[in-house]
């Protein structure tokens, strides 16, 4: 963030009987303050998501947020809301995906749900809030390829309702470099 290393992210993803499960495990220090999270998010056959379990700690707080989801209704209990929110698709939407602000799971799955969907639009679930909103693609910007992106990557960017660009290998849709320029933040692949 702003050029310094805060911390550390990790991600797994395993094969399960009805689907994908992507866990996550992820450290920072950000202003003195130590943050770490835990969370997995499963995706049906589709690459939709059909749940969602976070367990996220900080110095005053240790919140449990999940997500349970269909084809078009969520049920969600927020950090911020732990009484159980039903969710819709929100308006021009066919399907959720579900994206932690400061985490990545559901980021790191983004290009192979878009790519797969072929949306323009989906509906974006926040567990710790237990909201939903729409998250649009953009027109890639015409920026120069970051330094240590591979060039044959491809990217997607996302104009709301927060600007992110998401590099990644277009062959296994695994993304190289997340850049959420409103948080001057960059999540860079550490290749062996």
Known sequence: ??????????VSVSQTGSGTEIDEDSTASMMGMQLSAKASLVLGLDLAPTSYAGNYHTPSQNPVVSATLTATSATVSGAFNPEPQQ????????????????????LFALPSQLNSWKDSAVTWITPATAQA????TAAPTSGARPAGVPPNDAVISIANPTPVTIWYDPSTNVPDEISVPSQNAVLTRQRP
């Not at 963030?1 to 990790?10: E, L, R, T």
């Not at 969710?87 to 559901?106: D, M, Q, S, Y």
């Not at 909103?133 to 649009?136: A, G, K, V």
């Open 133 to 136: 909103q729409t998250l649009t």
């Open 1 to 10: 963030m702003s050029g310094q290393h805060i911390g550390a992210w990790s």
């Open 87 to 106: 969710l819709a698709l929100e308006a021009n939407t066919r399907h959720f995906v579900v994206i932690e602000p400061g985490l990545l799971a559901g």
